[in-house]
């Protein structure tokens, strides 16, 4: 046997979970597997195995359960291995011919919802839609569409005429629903019809398309079934947008000649909405050995869920010419989802009535196309009640990019049925797309007429939708591009780059002419015009072809590449203390951890498989130490919402308590884990913290004293009668239940505080329970404050409405960044009183239009208030502020964590890598000096780890690190 390399890809568990090997000869490799007791399984069944065949590929595929460990210890050549990845779904003139504003705008404004009770406005703008109208008829070519996502409602009366049909596979299921029709465990039937392929596809009685999800059955050679039909509405939906009947029933599609094939990788009943990556790669297999001509896939998950095998799949639909279209995502930022990303795919995002990004879209260099995607009027299965349209069944309205993807779909679908090619198709549609303008987009907004209309030549462009890593240590920083002729003729090239931020030592670069297919890579060196750029950099590439001239955003991240090798030069290791043989090294690369309230100690989560890992990292004298034995909870789906070390029972001794969500299927359960100081568990019915049934506890909920115990409090903002109640010591009259109560928990029962006002806002202080409350209606309401000594009112003080509206940003303001809540009360004389962590502050400011308060810092011995607004972060006294703009990945509600600098005035705010745009940390300096105070982002402080070492938590002035191969904890101080 030759020796070669054994490659691992993502793989950061020593635990048993499931793991791909590629290997070119799979049966030795499988023997190997078996002889040291794995069980090795065939990703793609022998039937499946014949498709790939056919289709010119051999997927030389095993799946293994097994450990890091085991596979380490197995002597192997030529093998490649990949980690188990899972994702989710994004979620998120007929008669309603004037509700598809996406077909035919006419300038009519959208009333979004934004609460249960109140709606945004967005005024349309005639002309903003895909520009379906003037387009010539149809021919009569029915161009094959595979929808892969949760099924279509396949008798739905716009949808039944358009659904893919295979009469042969249909009769073979008649006869095969005839046979059991006496006798459903009839063998003979089973072994005569189960398996009939009547047309050679791989698929037995694929009448109307393939569910992958679905579990093998006992009679069939091929994984899935042929139940396609949808109780999700999400295919339902996307299935309208593509090719409704134009019926003068309901809505009408973009396509009328198509074959909407349903490929179905989700709905199933009592399914699990966590799917195996490979689900998705099997349905593209489905909808490439079915004739698709265009796959639509209304889903993605991130960077870290992507799996070599969906692209695998894909390039492999790209390579017989089929057009991939995938949606963006839902996120509100830039950073990259998959497949979206892929070249070979076309990326959609969706945009509002006005022509504007719609406000939840995923967006950025890697999305190529914005199409309609808000308020989207569309069908819907009949058997599951809409939610936001009532006239009828059968339609319903939704937003997502996942609804401006099939438009992008339906709009190939409709070129290629004028009998353009597939190259021409994606040609039209990008480069014929309408001016993107302002849109962070790669080209524009879907414009079907343009489209048709446009004449695409050369058409060269650089292959940027992965992500550039810039190393920002080189004084001469250095990315290299790859461009490609996608185009129909040969053509001269020149191309000229240019950025606000950056100095290129060479900008502009002439190619006589690029044949098609051809590649070209280019090298810009550059330097930056100031050390305190953002790590988050475009830059853009002006391409003359001929008479044509586009321009095209790249984006590029400027990291420092921190390998396990130099944390030793950052300060000596701290060595974890495991009392146990639990094989920590590994897992703790991929844990969660949180700090927990009032204690140095780490609450560290590991899920892995069906099981989750909790326990303490513990800080000593003599450094960290991992409790003896982690808890095992049985499955995953637990949220540690509130973490908490106190003496919840009044003896004197502190408990670790923590308060879990967990959802299962469809329901929630809530409950309170209790520990002692050794990270033994207790029962949390004999310390009082037995959660009764159907009680809600929400996650801010707040400690009150009592007597020396602690009981948890929260305000129920509404009591729903139709719901059923949990046992409640009311201290009002049984009719006034629906009020607003606070409520807490006390010896395993709820109760309510005693008051008749309705509470609006709840703190603890001091051994003390503050009640923000009103009494009375619209003008006429009176606000107090109510403070409690344990459970009895000690004092009541009437408050000016000015005073409520600044308390009422308590709502933003809840969890500061240490873990402390704290309300900002607005005096008379415009200053602000802040109460944080018991001690109280005044601060002279006109502050408005607050987003987030993070927490109250001391510079110079002077209080200044951090906070977020629009998208800034600020710190401010009121005299003295500053701030920087365009937080990294323009995200919604960043989460920063505080650091004091050591022996400094200096602050850090730090956000965790998986918060952030790509792989880097990010860190903005908060430094005074002389009175003047300055925000800088550097970005050689964004670091990427190597594949042993992780960014792993946060103290007071200092990041820790983990690397796996010696087991150790890095600080390194600010």
Not at 396 to 407: D, L, N, R, V
Request: aromatic share 10%; with cysteine.
């Amino acid at each position: 046997m030759k020796k070669l390399l054994l490659v691992f890809l993502f793989i950061s568990t020593s635990y048993a979970e499931n793991f791909y090997f590629y290997t070119e000869n799979l049966v030795q490799l499988k023997k190997i597997l078996e002889d040291n007791g794995l069980d090795a399984q065939y990703v793609f069944n022998p039937e499946e195995q014949k498709i790939l065949k056919k289709l010119g590929r051999v997927q030389n595929l095993l799946k293994v359960k097994s450990t890091l460990k085991k596979i380490k210890s197995l002597k192997l050549n030529g093998v490649r291995i990949e980690q188990e990845k899972m994702t989710k779904f994004h979620q998120y003139k007929d008669e309603f011919w004037k509700r598809q504003w996406a077909l035919f705008n006419r300038g009519l404004s959208l009333k979004i919802p934004v609460t249960d009770i109140e709606y945004r406005t967005v005024e349309g703008i005639e002309g903003e839609d895909i520009q379906l109208q003037g387009l010539p008829p149809e021919t009569n070519r029915k161009i094959k569409v595979a929808l892969v996502d949760s099924g279509v409602a396949l008798n739905h009366p716009d949808l039944k005429e358009q659904i893919y049909r295979n009469e042969s596979e249909c009769k073979a299921q008649r006869l095969y629903e005839l046979c059991l029709k006496d006798d459903p465990n009839n063998k003979e039937c089973h072994k005569r019809y189960a398996n009939l392929d009547t047309d050679g596809n791989g698929y037995p009685r694929d009448c109307q398309g393939w569910n992958v999800a679905a579990k093998k059955s006992d009679y069939v050679n091929i994984p899935g079934n042929n139940k396609v039909d949808d109780i999700l509405g999400h295919g339902t939906h996307s299935a309208g947008v593509i090719g409704a009947k134009a019926n003068d029933i309901g809505v009408r599609g973009v396509i009328q000649n198509v074959e909407i094939i349903p490929v179905k990788v989700n709905g199933e009943v009592n399914g699990d909405e966590n799917l195996g990556i490979d689900i998705f790669a099997k349905g593209i297999l489905y909808a490439i050995s079915t004739g698709a001509e265009v796959i639509n896939l209304s889903i993605g998950w991130s960077f870290q869920e992507d799996s070599e095998l969906v692209r695998e799949m894909i390039q492999l639909a790209h390579s017989r010419g089929i057009i991939v279209v995938a949606a963006a995502g839902n996120s509100s930022h830039n950073l990259r989802s998959y497949p979206c990303a892929y070249e070979e795919v076309l990326c959609v995002a969706a945009h509002s009535v006005d022509g504007k990004l719609a406000s939840f879209t995923t967006y950025g260099p890697h999305v190529d196309l914005a199409a309609p995607g808000e308020e989207i009027f569309s069908t819907w299965p009949e058997i599951k009640r809409p939610i936001f349209f009532e006239e009828r069944e059968g339609y319903e309205i939704q937003s997502g990019s996942s609804f401006s993807a099939p438009y992008v779909t339906a709009a190939a679908a409709r070129l290629l049925n004028y009998g353009f090619s597939p190259r021409e198709v994606i040609a039209k549609l990008t480069l014929g797309s309408r001016d993107r303008g302002e849109l962070d987009l790669r080209y524009g907004k879907l414009d079907l007429k343009k489209a048709y209309q446009f004449k695409p030549n050369s058409f060269v462009v650089p292959l940027t939708k992965k992500l550039n890593l810039v190393d920002w240590r080189l004084e001469t920083k250095k990315l290299k591009l790859e461009l490609k002729n996608l185009g129909f003729s040969k053509a001269p090239v020149e191309i000229y780059f240019k950025s606000n931020d950056l100095i290129f030592d060479q900008s502009d670069f002439s190619f006589s002419q690029m044949d098609l297919g051809d590649h070209l890579e280019i090298e810009l060196n550059f330097q930056v015009k100031d050390i305190n750029i953002s790590p988050y950099v475009e830059i853009f590439a002006e391409i003359q072809q001929g008479q044509t001239k586009n321009t095209f955003p790249i984006a590029l991240e400027f990291v420092h590449p921190l390998r396990s090798q130099e944390l030793t030069e950052i300060s000596e290791p701290i060595k974890l203390k495991s009392k146990g043989n639990f094989p920590w090294p590994d897992f703790l690369l991929s844990a969660n951890v949180f700090p927990i309230q009032s204690s140095k100690d780490k609450l560290v989560i590991v899920e892995k498989g069906e099981q989750t890992f909790v326990t303490i990292l513990r800080y000593t004298e003599q450094g960290f130490e991992l409790s003896e034995k982690p808890e095992v909870l049985k499955g995953g789906g637990y949220l540690f919402v509130n973490n908490s070390f106190l003496d919840v029972n009044g003896d004197g001794v502190k408990e670790y308590v923590f308060l879990v969500y967990r959802q299962v299927s469809k329901e929630v359960t809530i409950e309170f884990k209790v520990f002692d100081l050794n990270f033994n568990p207790l029962d949390a019915e004999r310390v009082g913290l037995k959660v009764p049934e159907n009680a809600f506890i929400r996650n801010n909920f707040v400690w009150i004293n009592n007597d020396k115990k602690m009981l948890p409090a929260w305000i129920q903002k509404s009591i729903d009668p139709q719901v059923k109640q949990p046992p409640l010591k009311w201290d009002l009259p049984v009719e006034n239940k629906n009020i607003p109560r606070v409520l807490y928990i006390s010896n395993n029962e709820l109760f309510s505080l005693k008051t008749e006002l309705t509470p609006l806002h709840l703190f603890s202080r001091d051994k003390q329970t503050v009640v923000i409350v009103s009494e009375g209606e619209g003008a006429l309401k009176d606000f107090f404050t109510l403070e409690y000594k344990g459970l009895k009112k000690h004092s009541e003080k009437k408050i000016t409405p000015e005073q409520y509206f600044a308390y009422d940003l308590a709502k933003i303001t809840g969890d500061g960044l240490q873990g402390k809540s704290f309300i900002i009360e607005r005096q008379k004389s415009l200053n602000y009183t802040l109460f944080s962590r018991g001690e109280i502050y005044k601060v002279p400011t006109t502050f408005e239009s607050f987003k987030k308060v993070y927490s109250v810092i001391q510079i110079e011995n002077e209080p200044y208030i951090a906070f977020l607004r629009g998208n800034s972060l600020e710190v401010s006294n009121g005299v003295v502020s500053a701030k920087i703009n365009k937080l990294a990945d323009q995200r919604k509600d960043p989460n920063y964590y505080i650091l004091k600098s050591q022996n400094s005035n200096g602050y850090k705010f730090y956000r965790s890598s998986t918060e952030t745009l790509g792989l880097s940390l990010d860190l903005i300096t908060v430094e005074s000096q002389d009175g003047e105070m300055t925000l800088s982002r550097k970005a050689n402080e964004a670091f990427v780890m190597g594949d042993k070492c992780t960014e792993f938590s946060v103290e007071k002035s200092a990041l820790l690190f983990y690397c796996s191969d010696t087991f150790s904890l890095y600080r390194y101080s600010l």
